[in-house]
């Protein structure tokens, strides 16, 4: 009778302990998975952050550019004109 109890036991034993070894790896791919999402998330905010720097504004002389364009055209009357012509005709 006592053999059989000790081997009943040996038994559970052995179920049980593989039982927990399962157990283990889906916590270890679980905390592979957080080290994952964090990464990602870690990821996205420094895109963000790269996506939003602004360039540094430096000291622009606004007359230089001008000058380097030329000027400006100014707006001609002859559209205008045309159309008084054209309703005296």
Same mark, same amino acid.
């Given at each position: 009778?006592?053999?059989?109890?000790?081997?009943?036991?040996?038994?559970?034993?052995?179920?049980?302990?593989?039982?927990?070894?399962?157990?283990?790896?889906?916590?270890?791919?679980?905390?592979?998975?957080?080290?994952?999402?964090? =990464?990602?998330?870690?990821?996205?905010?420094?895109?963000?952050?790269?996506?939003?720097?602004?360039?540094?504004?430096?000291?622009?002389?606004?007359?230089?550019?001008? =000058?380097?364009?030329?000027?400006?055209?100014?707006?001609?009357?002859?559209?205008?004109?045309?159309?008084?012509?054209?309703?005296?005709?």
């Amino acid at each position: 009778m006592i053999l059989e109890i000790l081997f009943f036991v040996k038994i559970i034993t052995y179920f049980c302990g593989s039982n927990l070894n399962i157990a283990t790896m889906g916590v270890t791919r679980l905390k592979r998975k957080d080290r994952k999402n964090k =990464a990602r998330a870690n990821n996205k905010v420094a895109r963000i952050k790269q996506l939003l720097k602004v360039p540094v504004i430096k000291n622009v002389d606004m007359d230089e550019l001008r =000058a380097q364009f030329g000027e400006a055209p100014k707006n001609v009357e002859a559209p205008a004109a045309t159309t008084e012509e054209t309703s005296a005709e």
